[in-house]
């Protein structure tokens, strides 16, 4: 099976940075996909940022100009630099890696965004 490891998260001040990894390992053909989904307690999970296996990025709307993915793919490994935080940044990130044609969620970190 996969297992997808995430690192990077913590407590960090409003207009701080973080830099999340994920590395994905075990039983692995192709990741074509790798993203970052965030989630509050009573809310659905949403696209955080996303990059494929070509380098093609999608970001949401509240982090655009302030995050950016990245991926190094020999490693299957997806980054997520995060700039100029703000409180409602706060959430549990989680990695998403998608095959073909299963795809992998990894257990979550938490980052919190406080003064």
């Known amino acids: 099976q996969v297992q997808l490891v995430e690192s990077g998260g913590g407590l960090v001040q409003p207009g701080g940075s973080l830099r999340l990894s994920c590395a994905a390992s075990g039983n692995i053909f192709h990741i074509y996909v790798m993203g970052w989904y965030r989630q509050n307690p009573g809310k659905q999970r949403e696209l955080v940022a996303r990059?494929?296996?070509?380098?093609?990025?999608n970001y949401a709307d509240s982090v655009k100009g302030r995050f950016a993915i990245s991926r190094d793919n020999a490693k299957n490994t997806v980054f997520l630099q995060m700039n100029n935080l703000k409180p409602e940044d706060t959430a549990v990130y989680y990695c998403?890696?998608?095959?073909?044609?299963?795809?992998?969620w990894g257990q979550g970190t938490q980052v919190t965004v406080s003064s």
């Open positions: 998403h890696a998608q095959g073909s044609p299963l795809g992998y």
């Open positions: 990059i494929t296996d070509g380098g093609s990025t």
